[in-house]
């Protein structure tokens, strides 16, 4: 690793604008449904976890682009007042920034996204700043651009940089990408996807063999499931009132960052993100709901389980 390492996280991946609507219920088709709250918010996966990362003390670095429209201003400022170095964030004219209509349904928090990223803001492989994404201790990608984000993580781990996944969908470049990431942590559906494997413990043990040193996999209220050092640790997950759960996945890496960064055990720095992602799903936005690290802690503590 360089000699001088400038932050503890660097993170190059998606932002958006969320605009969410909190309904009754989900609408029929042809149907006019009154919303019962809006809200205009920060969001996008990396973007997300840096925010949660910056507010938990971390020093944390964005890499990505921004339209040149007002979205991409409201979505670089956001950051900004949250104190992300945005040094290699690329504002692109004539580019709207990438933004969501997310409906929630208000009885059970659970969303739907309908999103729109215009091409103009892909990151290709030879425009990755190969000195920017070796800056940190961990550099997290979400792979939304595959080939970029292996070319960085390629980079990264030749610097000795750790790099963290979150994996959510399978496309050119992803094979290379998880074979060059030192932590895979992955939504529900991608093992399957990735390996064509059904059974959840055996396609994690195929993607380890691919290269990962960790695989782990989000399961929402069922908690979470990691195989590390050759076993599979479990914890449950966190019973609360619902109010919007977008987000919930970014808050948990961002948390299982923060854990590995403190060199917190594994079944903690699982523990602690499932309760920072359950506590997120409290409040509306993908950010509405980042607890402090002392309010997480004594969360998972008293909190109640499934």
Known sequence: MKDQVRFDVVGMGLNAVDHICIIPR?????????????????????????VA?????????YIGKMGGDEMGAFSYEGLRMEGVNLDHAQRVGGAMNQFAFILVDVTTGERTIIWKRDEKLAMKPEEVPLDAITMGRYLLLDGHDALAAATAASEARKHGVTVVLDAETVKEGTRELVASSDYVICSRDFPEAFTGERNL?????????????????????????????????RVKGFRVKCIDSTGAGDIFHGAFIYGLNKGWEME????????????NCTCIGARGGIKPVDEILHFIATGERW
């Open 268 to 279: 903690k720095i699982l523990d602690f993100a499932n309760g920072a992602a359950a506590l």
């Open 53 to 61: 990362c910056s507010r938990w003390g971390l020093k944390v670095k």
């Open 201 to 233: 413990e055996k396609a994690m043990e195929l993607i380890h063999r691919g290269g990962p040193i960790c695989v782990g996999v989000t399961l929402g209220r069922d908690g979470a499931v990691c195989l590390w050092e050759g076993k599979f640790i």
């Open 26 to 50: 989900f609408p029929r088709y042809e149907e006019k449904l009154r919303m019962r709250d809006f809200k205009r918010a920060g969001g996008g996966q990396v973007a997300s976890a840096l």
